[in-house]
């Protein structure tokens, strides 16, 4: 019985498999039958596209001028505004709960299901507070499915 090895397996220096040529055969110990034959093996082909990744490019910042950082700061430090949904009496219940899922990021089904049955019961509901331009962005949004909605700032009260 004959096991191929190939010659990327580091052999012990006692064997000089590494001197070997393809096809040559060695005894696997003293006292086996069993012989090895060295074989080589290709290099990896590399798939079309595939390669060396080029080096990640560093940004930096002239002084003066806004950083990423600078622009998530700012926008977090924005006022926050109130995204509202109205009642209506033409899109059914289920459509509602469908669009706020589809429209807000993150939105559950229970969170959606309150918040239609608020403006159901209530005539109005917080959908969500976000800064002015995600909210005006959402309710672009959920207008656009039909929905009646509105943007406010929100003042921090209930």
Not at 20 to 25: I, Y
Not at 53 to 74: M, N, Q
Request: proline residues 7%; positive net charge.
């Amino acid at each position: 019985m004959e096991t191929a090895i190939s010659r990327r397996l580091a052999p012990s220096p006692n064997h000089g498999l590494l001197q070997s040529k393809p096809g040559d055969k060695y005894l696997l110990h003293k006292q086996s039958t069993k012989w090895i034959t060295v074989m080589t093996m290709a290099p990896p082909r590399l798939e079309k596209g595939a390669g060396v990744l080029d080096k990640p490019v560093i940004e930096k910042t002239t002084p003066g001028r806004e950083s990423e950082f600078d622009l998530r700061k700012s926008r977090k430090m924005a006022p926050p505004y109130r995204v509202m949904l109205h009642n209506d009496n033409y899109n059914k219940r289920e459509y509602v709960v469908q669009v706020l899922m589809k429209v807000i990021p993150g939105m559950t089904v229970d969170n959606a299901v309150n918040i239609m049955q608020e403006a159901h019961i209530n005539g109005l509901s917080v959908v969500i507070v976000c800064g002015q331009a995600d909210a005006e962005e959402h309710c672009t949004q959920l207008r656009g499915n039909g929905l009646l909605s509105s943007i406010e700032p929100d003042s921090g009260g209930c």
